[in-house]
């Protein structure tokens, strides 16, 4: 009895690590036969993850009523991705009547149990009042928090407190900094903040060809005010560019059809 229990229990195992595996290399459609097992379903990381498969149609049609009750029984069980996906769900009005209060509550749950995206967004709220009073104070440190867990985009945004001085003394070196950072991750936002930099010479010494670096990369990775820049320097002669009317045309278009999606 003791081996066929020891056997069944490392195939249940293995079928949700197997789906879990899929859904974190976004292979949604072979993920779901895995999470979809009797002997998953009731597992919290599986809700969590079919949660977010039904809530933005990842492999499945989308559903936002199955999205929420599978958020809901993940949360349950103090599982911070669904207690974050929970929070989703109220601040969009997914299913449920929209209600910011409640979206904070379960985002800022799923901080406290550590989920770095949740950190992120319990930082956003506090910094512009949403769903709860503005507290630059304690926006900084759940950013900090998620920062630690290299969390890229909450490194943009710390360092966007600092370079306007908001809620923090002013430092656009730490700005820079945090930029530089992000933008090392892939973080096109970063990206093109750290081609800013470099071209104004703000925070950073000035550098041209840096910002140009930069501005490349954030292009390609699709960032339309990198793309934009690029369409100024062409244009104009700028940035250490020669004028090239037709390049500067392939990135203002590139860039118009960037917006429009």
């Keep these: 009895f003791i081996l066929f229990f020891l056997i069944?229990?490392?195939?249940?195992?293995?079928?949700i690590e197997k789906g879990l595996d899929f859904f974190q290399k976004k292979q949604y459609e072979k993920a779901i036969p895995?999470?979809?097992?009797?002997?998953?379903?009731?597992?919290?990381?599986?809700?969590?993850?079919?949660?977010?498969?039904?809530?933005?149609?990842?492999g499945v049609e989308k559903d936002h009523q199955k999205a929420f009750h599978l958020f809901l029984e993940?949360?349950?069980?103090?599982?911070?991705?669904?207690?974050?996906?929970?929070?989703?769900?109220?601040?969009?009005?997914?299913?449920?009547?929209?209600?910011?209060e409640k979206a904070f509550k379960w985002t800022l749950y799923a901080a406290?149990?550590?989920?770095?995206?949740?950190?992120?967004?319990?930082?956003?709220?506090?910094?512009?009042?949403?769903g709860v009073k503005k507290n630059y104070d304690k926006a900084i440190q759940w950013y900090e928090k998620a920062i630690a867990q290299k969390h890229s985009s909450a490194m943009v945004n710390l360092g966007f407190?600092?370079?306007?001085?908001?809620?923090?003394?002013?430092?656009?070196?730490k700005a820079a900094e945090l930029?530089?950072?992000?933008?090392?991750?892939?973080?096109?936002?970063?990206?093109?903040?750290?081609?800013?930099?470099?071209?104004?010479?703000?925070?950073?010494?000035?550098?041209?060809k840096q910002a140009l670096y930069w501005y490349f990369k954030a292009a390609e990775n699709g960032e339309p005010m990198a793309m934009e820049r690029l369409y100024y320097g062409y244009h104009l002669k700028r940035i250490g560019l020669p004028q090239d009317d037709e390049k500067a045309h392939y990135w203002a278009e590139k860039a118009r059809q960037t917006r429009r999606k």
Aim: no cysteine.
């Design 74 to 100: 993940s949360a349950k069980q103090s599982n911070p991705r669904g207690q974050f996906g929970l929070g989703t769900m109220y601040n969009k009005g997914n299913f449920v009547k929209k209600d910011k």
């Design 179 to 208: 930029n530089q950072k992000a933008a090392n991750m892939g973080n096109k936002i970063a990206q093109y903040n750290l081609g800013r930099a470099y071209e104004s010479g703000n925070g950073i010494p000035e550098d041209k």
């Design 34 to 58: 895995y999470l979809q097992a009797s002997d998953a379903i009731n597992d919290a990381r599986v809700q969590a993850a079919l949660g977010f498969m039904y809530r933005d149609g990842l």
């Design 8 to 15: 069944s229990f490392n195939i249940y195992a293995g079928n």
């Design 161 to 173: 407190l600092y370079y306007w001085g908001k809620g923090i003394k002013k430092d656009r070196v």
């Design 112 to 130: 406290q149990n550590g989920d770095s995206s949740a950190q992120y967004n319990t930082a956003l709220s506090y910094a512009d009042g949403d």
